[in-house]
């Protein structure tokens, strides 16, 4: 299925548990300073798919758009 997050198979890896925290406490932080939900921050399809997929260009990213790249996009590639 296009955009869907990867098949999970056991434990994901230590660096991949790693960039998902990092992610997550971005998404925390950005979406109580903004006064928004999490979702409006970063999407939880786009969230997993950069945690297991770092390397994907950020406008392949399934759930980021233009202008979540355009805020986000440096922290983000930061990040991972």
């Known amino acids: 299925i296009e955009g869907a997050a990867p098949a999970k198979k056991g434990r994901p890896?230590?660096?991949t548990r790693a960039r998902m925290g990092r992610l997550k406490e971005f998404r925390r932080?950005?979406?109580e300073r903004r006064g928004v939900g999490l979702l409006a921050i970063l999407p939880a399809v786009a969230l997993e798919h950069l945690a297991f997929f770092p390397?994907?260009?950020l406008e392949a990213v399934p759930g980021l758009g233009a202008s979540r790249i355009a805020r986000y996009g440096a922290t983000l590639s930061a990040l991972l």
């Open 29 to 31: 932080l950005e979406a």
């Open 55 to 57: 390397d994907t260009p």
């Open 13 to 15: 890896s230590a660096a």
